[in-house]
């Protein structure tokens, strides 16, 4: 997982609410074993409308997706996350996410941004009238600006996964940062118990 400090980038407005994850990443696209070529499926089915967000030129460069309110709910699937990162998106802001989908979000390294419902709408009318405007996401401070019209709002993230995001660790990344101790610990098992030490 790439450390994330903080994030620049332009935005593409989603106005609509309670997106799930079918709609994020169809079921047909589970079929893969591997974790890229997932954005091939993002909102496939949507996408099929020449007139939907992304397929507008003008959001074409936008790495910062800014939903409508409870944003991946549905199944658990990690697929979803997979597919938003592979298409190029490296956070979501709404005023509201899933449990799992923000919990699957944070382990791999996507961004979710929680801020108030009529910040989300103020900042989904700026892109509306100037797809250029970027949105800063600043996870070192925890807040996220949009300069081009003084927006500047904190959002909540637990020191814990603040930690993970900027050390750019996920679960293998934090076991493997206790290695030393689980050395320290395999060392004095006994010898017929199974071992974490390569055979």
Same mark, same amino acid.
């Given at each position: 997982?790439?450390?994330? @400090? +903080?994030?620049?980038? *332009?935005?593409?407005?989603?106005?609509?609410?309670?997106?799930?994850?079918?709609?994020?990443?169809?079921?047909?696209?589970?079929?893969?074993?591997? *974790? !890229?070529?997932?954005?091939?499926?993002?909102?496939?089915?949507?996408?099929?409308?020449?007139?939907?967000?992304?397929?507008?030129?003008?959001?074409?460069?936008? @790495?910062?997706?800014?939903?409508?309110?409870?944003?991946?709910?549905?199944?658990?699937?990690? @697929?979803?996350?997979? =597919?938003? +990162?592979?298409?190029?998106?490296? =956070?979501?802001?709404?005023? *509201?996410?899933?449990?799992?989908?923000?919990?699957?979000?944070?382990?791999?390294?996507?961004?979710?941004? !929680?801020?108030?419902?009529?910040?989300?709408?103020?900042?989904?009318?700026?892109?509306?009238?100037?797809?250029?405007?970027?949105?800063?996401?600043?996870?070192?401070?925890?807040?996220? =600006?949009?300069?081009?019209?003084?927006?500047?709002?904190?959002?909540?993230?637990?020191?814990? !996964?603040?930690?993970?995001?900027?050390?750019?660790?996920?679960?293998?990344?934090? !076991?493997?940062? @206790?290695?030393?101790?689980?050395?320290?610990?395999?060392?004095?098992?006994?010898?017929?118990?199974?071992?974490?030490?390569?055979?």
């Amino acid at each position: 997982m790439q450390a994330v @400090h +903080q994030i620049v980038a *332009r935005g593409a407005p989603l106005d609509r609410s309670d997106v799930d994850t079918d709609q994020i990443i169809p079921s047909d696209w589970l079929k893969r074993v591997e *974790r !890229t070529g997932f954005g091939e499926g993002l909102f496939s089915e949507w996408r099929e409308r020449s007139d939907f967000v992304l397929n507008q030129d003008r959001y074409s460069q936008a @790495h910062v997706l800014v939903a409508g309110p409870n944003f991946g709910t549905g199944s658990s699937r990690e @697929h979803a996350v997979w =597919a938003l +990162q592979d298409y190029g998106f490296e =956070a979501v802001v709404s005023s *509201r996410f899933a449990d799992i989908f923000r919990n699957n979000a944070l382990k791999g390294g996507l961004v979710p941004v !929680t801020v108030p419902e009529p910040v989300v709408r103020t900042i989904m009318a700026a892109l509306a009238d100037d797809a250029s405007i970027e949105i800063v996401i600043d996870v070192v401070n925890r807040r996220m =600006a949009v300069p081009a019209i003084a927006l500047d709002e904190p959002f909540e993230l637990d020191d814990y !996964t603040q930690h993970r995001l900027l050390e750019g660790l996920d679960d293998i990344g934090i !076991t493997e940062s @206790h290695g030393a101790d689980i050395s320290k610990f395999e060392a004095h098992r006994p010898a017929y118990l199974p071992s974490a030490a390569a055979s």
